[in-house]
């Protein structure tokens, strides 16, 4: 009897695991910018925090648990960057320095939970400060990430990005964007080019295999709405390419770093189409469309200018076979009236298949998105309103309107400004009349202020000679 229960036990838990791997579809659970905050003095005013703080423990367990409660179990978890505080220092408010590698081995912990369940993190900005060396930090995730990404944590170990295989015919490329920001305080652009050189060879080996590739990274490439290239031109430039090159084997590309829920079109240009042609590829194949996706945060950011983004993270329907994006499902916490109840309360927002009618998710539905927004002023009004999970506040008039959507369709900066220019005129005569105005004012003012001073105090001297002479 005892064999017989044994075989049974074994049996009721090889089952789930079995018929999952059979499924042609599986789930991604996707999180970016936890910007997890451990140490003793975060900020509790409210027990999940407010907006503008970083993801407190509290607010971190809820997420997880949130997770869990969605009931499948997920084949794998991404989280793209940004895991550390974003107190770029980590001093507390004790003056206690926080390691970055503590925190990151903190959300590692909690990612462990998910038994069975690997997970892939692509490293931000907050992931890698100066408190350390960075070969430092490379070295301990590597470490930390090395059950879930075997061999490939030697890559990650000496330059911070990693390719690993997901399943039988799709791998995982990891990015470490902090190369391509010239901001960075260690920007080199050997490392960055020898970045792009590896992505190459990576996206190459992947396509002779007939592989399918899955990107993710933290700071996304391409041009925001108000006309600044997010990565230094010349790398963001040969990315671009990369991705036009290869854009018949990628079927997601996912960043994290924006802090909202907005996508990217990258149209595979003429140059890559007539080379396709030339090499024998099929006419009616010889452009692709490819989308890069970016998601809200779980910490309830708040940058300057813009509305608050409520904690949020996503759930994709993918397919096992392809790799292909089939559906993907936003959550996200009201943070107010979890806070005043004092439980956490997460609901899904909307799927793309439901707010956009589109399935599967991939550039060529995602270019018919873009065309809807550009002629629907209420899908556009519910996607402004979707980017900060439903917490954005901000007005987007149709210059605003038409910014947003140069940088959705262009990724680069010259095709960004011809997009814009039609409206310069409109941009000028609404925004920056009145400002090139300021400077002029400025030293109209500031020159008669001088020719005051100028006439009182020539005006004292001249008196006092006056004075002189007379009583001379």
């Known amino acids: 009897m005892t064999t017989v229960a044994s075989l049974l036990l074994l049996f009721c838990i090889l089952l789930p695991l079995a018929t999952r791997a059979q499924l042609p579809t599986g789930k991604i659970v996707w999180l970016t910018d936890i910007n997890l905050d451990v140490s003793p003095t975060a900020k509790t005013g409210r ?33 793209t960057g940004n895991s550390v505080t974003s107190n770029l220092r980590n001093i507390s408010a004790d003056g206690v320095v926080v390691n970055p590698v503590d925190t990151l081995r903190a959300v590692t912990v909690a990612l462990e939970s998910f038994t069975g369940v690997r997970s892939f993190l692509a490293l931000g900005p907050t992931d890698v400060i100066e408190n350390l060396n960075r070969k430092q930090i490379y070295s301990a995730v590597a ?29 995982l490329m990891a990015l470490n964007t902090n190369l391509f920001l010239e901001e960075q305080i260690d920007f080199s652009d050997i490392a960055a080019q020898a970045h792009i050189s590896w992505l190459r060879n990576m996206l190459e080996h992947a396509r002779r295999a007939r592989d399918n590739v899955i990107v993710i990274g933290h700071t996304p490439p391409g041009i925001d709405e108000n006309g600044r290239a997010r990565w230094a031109e010349n790398f963001q430039e040969q990315f671009v ?5 290869y854009s018949g084997i990628i079927r997601m590309m996912l960043f994290g770093g924006t802090h909202s829920d907005a996508f990217q079109i990258v149209t595979q240009s003429k140059k890559w189409r007539d080379l396709r ?5 099929r006419s009616d194949d010889s452009e692709q469309q490819n989308v890069i996706l970016m998601a809200p945060s779980v910490a309830p950011w708040k940058k300057p200018n813009r509305s608050p983004s409520s904690p949020a993270f996503r759930v994709l329907d993918y397919g096992r076979a392809n790799g292909e994006l089939i559906n ?15 439980l956490p309360l997460w609901t899904q927002l909307y799927s793309f298949e439901s707010a956009y009618e589109i399935r599967p998710v991939n550039g060529w539905s995602m270019l018919d998105v873009y065309n809807r927004l550009s002629n629907d002023d209420r899908l556009m009004s519910e996607y402004i309103d979707r980017q900060g999970a439903v917490n954005t506040t901000k007005s987007c008039d149709s210059i605003c309107r038409r910014r947003l959507l140069c940088s959705i369709k262009h990724m680069r900066s010259v095709d960004w400004m011809n997009c814009v220019q039609p409206f310069d005129d409109e941009y000028n005569a609404k925004y920056l009349t009145n400002e090139a105005w300021v400077p002029i004012v400025a030293g109209a003012l500031l ?12 005006t004292r001297a001249v008196r006092s000679w006056c004075g002189y002479k007379r009583f001379a």
Request: glycine fraction near 8%; charged fraction near 15%.
């Open 47 to 79: 027990r999940f925090g407010q907006f503008g703080d970083d993801t407190n423990v509290p607010l971190w367990a809820a997420t997880i648990r949130s997770i869990r409660m969605l009931g499948a179990q997920p084949d794998f978890i991404i989280v």
């Open 143 to 171: 470490q930390m990430w090395q059950p879930w990404i075997g061999d490939d944590a030697q890559t990650l170990a000496k330059y911070g990005y990693y390719t690993t295989r997901t399943g039988d015919n799709t791998v």
């Open 241 to 245: 390419d990369l991705i036009e090159e």
């Open 277 to 281: 042609v030339a090499k024998g590829v």
């Open 328 to 342: 993907l499902h936003q959550y996200f916490m009201d943070l107010t009236i979890s806070n005043q109840l004092d």
């Open 447 to 458: 020159l008669l202020f001088v020719a005051s001073l100028f006439v009182y105090f020539g």
